[in-house]
Nanobody, 123 residues
Framework: QVQLVESGGGLVQAGGSLRLSCAAS????????MGWFRQAPGKEREFVAS????????YYADSVKGRFTISRDNAKNTVYLQMNSLKPEDTAVYYC????????????????WGQGTQVTVSS
C-alpha cells in the first residue's frame, strides 16, 4: 500500500515556474514506477510525465517536453515535477500516481493516486 500527497501547486504568471512534489509513504517506494497526470475542468485526465523506479528512464507528453522535468529521490520517498515556461493551457489539477509494475502513460495502469494539487497559470 502506498499513500501519495502532492504539494507545490499555486497561481503563477505565464512564463513562470513551479515545482510540484509528491511524497509517498511506504518502504517500497523505490520499487514503484511513478507518473504525473493533470485534469482540466471538463477534460479527461491526461498524461504529463512518468519515471522508472530507478529514475533512469522517463517519458513526457509532447505538450510538456522541453519545459517539464520529472525526477525522484528514493531516499526521500519523493517524486518531483519541475515546470518551467508555464502556459495558461497548463492550468489543471495535477496528480501523481504510483504502480509497482512499471511506469506508464495510461491512467488506468496506476494503482495508487494522490488527491491532486491545483496549478493555475494566468496570462
Amino acid at each position: 500500500q502506498v499513500q501519495l500527497v502532492e504539494s507545490g501547486g499555486g497561481l503563477v504568471q505565464a512564463g513562470g515556474s513551479l515545482r510540484l512534489s509528491c511524497a509517498a509513504s511506504g518502504r517500497t517506494f523505490s520499487s514503484y514506477g511513478m507518473g504525473w497526470f493533470r485534469q482540466a475542468p471538463g477534460k479527461e485526465r491526461e498524461f504529463v510525465a512518468s519515471i522508472s523506479w530507478s529514475g533512469g528512464s522517463t517519458y513526457y507528453a509532447d505538450s510538456v517536453k522541453g519545459r517539464f522535468t520529472i525526477s525522484r529521490d528514493n531516499a526521500k520517498n519523493t517524486v518531483y515535477l519541475q515546470m518551467n515556461s508555464l502556459k495558461p493551457e497548463d492550468t489543471a489539477v495535477y496528480y501523481c500516481a504510483a504502480d509497482p509494475s512499471g511506469y506508464y502513460r495510461e491512467p488506468r495502469n496506476y494503482d495508487y493516486w494522490g488527491q491532486g494539487t491545483q496549478v493555475t497559470v494566468s496570462s
